[in-house]
């Protein structure tokens, strides 16, 4: 589903454009750029796992009236892509949907389907702000310009947290990254770094007793100390990989939603991106 904008009559008189997203780092991307030009309901809710989010009869009445909605698709969310097929919202945006970088491909493919955690790059994620604030701008035009300055305002701060990645795990005992499941390609792929996941794309996956000895004298044999859990997904699996490996966990976001207590913390995509940064340092023996 790619955005089909439309100028919403008065849009710039009456009101804030009403806007519906599907996923944390969407939402934050579309309040940061939309700013007091824009409502934003995030379906996923605080703790939520947004993969297997079912709908509400309210949150189906917010698709109907909303001006854009904003979704990952590829099947990230297959019950809330049917809804918003269903409802047929007056502008649909994959943020996804033709960004990311194209000598990745290969790289990002694996059980079946293609990582859909693109913001976990955070060029990526600043090309996806841009296409939220083209797509509001589209909407609002008497507010377009100051969209726009604060889509670029976002983009210098995630150019910055780029910087920070880059020169954080430049230098790293280990380049393996031993993760819950497969939800860090991005960032493994932006930072030259190599993910050896538990589990496929689905969180609800669990390897079978061969995969895991496989992973252990895999992690045994890269140097690792640490296998890497998230906060959303039960780190059971993980847990026993670090038992048998010799190893210790600590925790990774793939930012798919922030924890209640993040979220009553103030927490946000960059203070995350940069909690995952310390992480990951640690884990990898990074100087």
Do not use: K
């Not at 796992?49 to 698709?63: M, T, V």
């Not at 994959?94 to 693109?118: F, I, K, Q």
């Amino acid at each position: 589903m790619g955005a089909s904008c439309s100028e919403r009559e008065g849009a710039g008189e009456d009101g804030a454009i009403d806007v519906v997203t599907t996923v944390y780092p969407l939402a934050y991307a579309t309040e940061r750029v939309g700013g007091d030009a824009v409502t934003v309901t995030n379906l996923t809710p605080p703790g939520g796992e947004p993969h297997d989010l079912e709908l509400a009869p309210d949150d189906l009445e917010r698709l109907l009236r909303a001006d854009l909605v904003v979704l990952v698709g590829g099947g990230f969310q297959p019950a809330v892509e049917e809804a918003i097929e269903a409802a047929s919202p007056a502008v649909v945006l994959d943020a996804a949907e033709g960004v990311g970088r194209s000598s990745s491909t290969d790289e990002l493919e694996a059980g079946g389907g293609e990582d859909p955690h693109v913001w976990l790059d955070p060029l990526i994620y600043a090309d996806i702000a841009d296409r939220i604030s083209s797509a509001l701008g589209g909407i609002d035009p008497a507010r377009a310009e100051s969209i726009a300055e604060r889509s670029a305002t976002l983009r210098t701060e995630l150019e910055s947290l780029d910087d920070e990645f880059r020169v954080g795990l430049e230098d790293c005992r280990t380049r393996v990254m031993f993760t819950s499941h497969e939800a860090f390609g991005y960032l493994a792929y932006a930072y030259g770094l190599e993910q050896q996941p538990l589990a496929g794309l689905s969180p609800e996956a669990e390897p079978d007793p061969a995969r895991l000895a496989d992973l252990a004298a895999q992690a045994r044999a890269s140097g690792a100390t640490t296998v890497f859990t998230e906060d959303l997904v039960p780190a059971e699996v993980a847990q026993t990989l670090a038992a048998e490996a010799g190893l210790v966990t600590a925790r990774l976001s793939p930012l798919e939603g922030l924890t209640d207590e993040q979220a009553a913390a103030g927490a946000d995509y960059l203070s995350v991106m940069r909690d995952n940064l310390e992480s990951l340092r640690d884990g990898l023996a990074c100087s």
